[in-house]
């Protein structure tokens, strides 16, 4: 799970001092670059380490420290993959006593009896799980590791002994398009108690896969499928780094004659699309604060600066909180504050995290 899910954890609420948009709800922390496999999409082409520079204990117990001073988010310990650090559970368990709700994204490989009960012990609330196709040879496929689909049914097994809740995850390309509703399905039936989509961003090992990003249109039909599976499923359905879902849901509802609700606490409360620099960030393994895993700027270091005062502070969270600064056709859309587009697409499209979603069909009112 080093990859394109890893934020994929759920979004939960926060408590804060920054202003409400900047609420911090949710973190997702490389807490090691190191990684047993070698997915061919993989945001961090994570290698087996170790890797210089990784924030040791103490400096992770003090990372920890200054996230509290801004609340209880949601975090993720990810990867890499987590579990090749000796002290991760000293890690879950020191933010789960600070009040935070910790989760982990593993990719069940070197999930055992022995450190899946300490999941639990040490204040794991979920487990995120990448499950890219419904068969074994597709899933292996995709990911280019051949035992990777049994790596996952073997931690399933391992979470449902042990009581742990899990979620999977998917990132969707054109290649297991039409396997998603067999992927959901799947989800259901191992006993999942959520189904996260993503939307490819191509960096890192990703860029070698561009080729196979979904189109707007097709993008736009999966979002609208996704929409319709809400009343049929048990499972909680969140797209990531698919924004536009957030506009499909209000045109939905509008369309059904439904208020949008969605719930403002918990591990899968959802405030609008794009939330990188606005509730989310990512901290790389060593220590340099982005908006997402995907956006590749430097907005602070947290063995420099206090991880609070980066988070109030960057330049580039502020503007990222500013949607009148938004650019192209993305600045003049009326669901620029409940999507706001994919920035890290942006970005890795034109250089600039401002300019608009380059996935997307709608056309905003205000542009005829």
């Known amino acids: 799970m080093h990859d394109h899910m890893k934020h994929g954890a759920p979004h939960g609420h926060g408590g804060g001092h920054a202003k409400k948009e900047a609420e911090l709800r949710l973190v997702a922390w490389e807490t090691t670059r190191s990684c047993n496999l070698s997915c061919v999409h993989c945001r961090a082409a994570a290698e087996n380490g170790p890797y210089p520079g990784e924030l040791d204990t103490e400096a992770a117990f003090k990372l920890l420290d ?31 006593k600070l009040g935070m709700r910790m989760t982990m994204a593993p990719n069940g490989t070197m999930m055992t009896e022995e450190n899946t009960k300490k999941m639990v ?13 419904a068969t074994k040879e597709f899933h292996d496929g995709f990911r280019g590791v051949d035992g990777a689909y049994d790596g996952v049914m073997r931690a399933v097994d391992l979470a449902k002994a042990a009581g742990l809740e899990f979620q999977i995850n998917t990132t969707i390309t054109k290649d297991n398009l039409a396997q998603i509703p067999d992927i959901l399905a799947k989800a259901e039936e191992i ?32 979002l609208n499928w996704f929409y319709d599976q809400r009343d049929k499923t048990p499972l909680q359905l969140k797209a990531t780094c698919a924004p536009h879902y ?23 409360a959802v405030t609008r699309g794009c939330l990188g620099g606005i ?19 430097d907005c602070g270091d947290v063995t420099k600066d206090s991880f609070a005062d980066i988070w109030r502070d960057s330049k580039t969270f502020k503007e990222l909180r500013d949607y009148d600064l938004l650019e192209g056709k993305c600045g003049p859309c009326e669901y ?33």
């Open 246 to 268: 957030y506009r499909i849901l209000r045109q939905r509802a509008k369309e059904d004659g439904k208020k949008v609700t969605f719930e403002t606490h918990g591990l899968d």
């Open 121 to 133: 012990d040490s204040g794991i609330m979920r487990i995120s799980l990448s499950l890219d196709g």
């Open 66 to 96: 200054q996230i509290a001073e801004l609340g209880k988010p949601i975090i993720i310990l990810t990867g890499g993959e987590p579990l090749m650090r000796e002290d991760i559970f000293e890690i879950a368990a020191y933010g789960h």
């Open 191 to 222: 006993g999942a108690v959520a189904h996260h989509i993503f939307l490819l961003v191509p960096t890192g090992r990703g860029k070698y896969i561009a080729d196979s990003e979904i189109n707007a249109k097709e993008y736009e039909e999966t």
């Open 279 to 297: 509730g989310f960030c990512f901290i790389s393994h060593t220590g340099t604060v982005q908006p997402c895993g995907f956006l590749h700027t």
């Open 336 to 368: 620029k504050r409940v999507c706001g587009g994919c920035r890290a697409r942006a970005f890795e499209a034109t250089g600039s995290y401002l300019t608009e979603e380059p996935l997307c069909s709608h056309k905003p009112h205000s542009m005829g």
